[in-house]
């Protein structure tokens, strides 16, 4: 079967994929457009703001890097002002320091739910109740988060939601989606469109989709867009408090198993912590760690920052740990022992 005629025969399950999605965070499936990844999601809403000079964006010290090289574009192409709000004491985004800095000139802020390095949640649902009380445009990096924590972009109070299939919720890999809330809708435009996006109404004329789907590309790939739909589904099916539960409760299992290694610090920070966990061996080169880990099939990553966006010391090159689901204390108990 050709590729035209098999994403017509499945067009039914195409569609019911912003059903799926909608679900998961709380949405409407007319507020979810699909992507090719998590940054082309979060760049669309960016790069789709209608900044003008001076304007201010504010952002955290966490960011990706990815996010903090479009601040800087978009800082010398428009000419906009973008802040970095402190951490506070527990290295979060300081919700105190956000309260005094919003004002008139404050666009848009923008954070990540879940930095990839340190293993904090960031207080999004804190955050949102500010923005909204104080007219600013609130855009979430939800990459590490969706799919290990509960997410209701209604409880968040959003107006921008990016996410990934690849990470927490366990989907293939080239695909995202974007979240945009209704009333936030006209408040971007397209960065480009075509006629997925719009209709060609007249030889100068075009009329654009009603619902976030008008900041999609025609030409996607349908089987990773079904993939993304059966995570989704996956994902709702077991619960995502009761992911986020099992999740959380398998992570801190490990912190404390770390612990008790010598020469072993665990670099988390947060009030309230994820499943990524990060840590370090005195005498043992992270990247030395995680190759010979790779040898006994116990996955990690290397995770290494190559600078914090607000000037702040550099943190050193650390292990990651991702804490799925489907790992078990076994599992944990393996790692552990393998160090």
Known sequence: MGGYEAADAAMDRLTD?????????????????????????????????????????????????????????????RGIKVEV?????????SLDALAATLDDDV????????????????????????????????????????????????????????????????????VGFLYVRRAALEAIAPTFLDDRGAEWTGPDSYTMRDDARRLESHERSAALQLGLG?????????GPKEIERRVTA?????????TEV?????????????GIVTFTRQ????????????????????????????GGATPPPRVRASVHYYNTEEEISRLVAAL
């Open 107 to 174: 666009r848009l802020v923008a954070v990540n739910h879940v930095p990839t390095h340190d293993g904090l949640v960031n207080p999004v649902a804190e955050i949102g109740r500010l923005t909204r009380a104080s007219g600013a445009l609130f855009l979430v990096d939800a990459c590490q988060s969706v799919g290990q924590l509960a997410v209701d972009v209604n409880e968040i109070g959003c107006d921008f939601l990016s996410a990934t299939g690849r990470k927490f919720l366990r989907g293939p890999r080239g």
């Open 283 to 310: 005498g043992h080169a992270p990247a030395d760690i995680v190759a010979a880990l790779a040898r006994q099939k116990i996955n990690v990553r290397l995770s290494a920052q190559s600078y914090r966006y607000d």
């Open 17 to 77: 994929v912003y059903d799926s999605l909608a679900r998961l965070i709380g949405a409407g499936p007319d507020e979810i457009a699909i992507t090719e990844n998590s940054t082309r999601a979060w760049d669309t809403a960016f790069y789709g703001m209608r900044f003008r000079p001076g304007e201010r964006v504010l952002t955290s010290s966490s960011e990706y890097g990815s996010n903090a090289i479009a601040f800087l574009h978009a800082a010398r192409d």
């Open 250 to 258: 398998l992570a801190e299992t490990l912190r404390a198993a770390l």
């Open 262 to 274: 010598p020469g072993v610090t665990v670099h988390d920070r947060g009030a309230r912590r994820s």
């Open 85 to 93: 709000l402190p951490d506070d004491e527990h290295g979060q985004v």
């Open 230 to 238: 059966a995570a989704a589904d996956y994902a709702h099916a077991l």
